[in-house]
């Protein structure tokens, strides 16, 4: 089975969408910095030509995803204290949490 390009970015995009659903600042931010490491040794093992390390990588990234997924959906369950990074912020990794306004 080989994975295309446009595969691999869109389970990035998908991965980073899921990280930013987190209610809880620390959740959101480990979320997004471990996608992103992720999706880089991906990217190295692709430029090296490993394509069954690829494959791997892309399998392991699928999982972690429907992890993320379940864990987000068990963080918005319970309702948390803003921490002061929250309140004045609003935003992880250069980018701006997007909000249901």
Do not use: I, P
Request: no cysteine; hydrophobic share 30%.
């Amino acid at each position: 089975m080989s994975t295309g390009r446009s595969e691999l970015l869109g389970l990035y995009r998908k991965s980073l969408r899921v990280a930013q659903t987190f209610d809880t600042y620390n959740f959101r931010a480990y979320f997004y910095r471990r996608t992103r490491d992720r999706f880089r040794e991906v990217a190295n093992r692709a430029v090296a030509g490993d394509t069954q390390g690829l494959e791997q990588g892309v399998q392991e990234a699928r999982s972690e995803l429907s992890v993320m997924q379940r864990q987000g959906a068990l963080n918005s369950m319970f309702a948390h204290k803003h921490t002061v990074l929250e309140a004045s912020q609003g935003k992880v990794g250069g980018h701006r949490r997007r909000t249901g306004e």
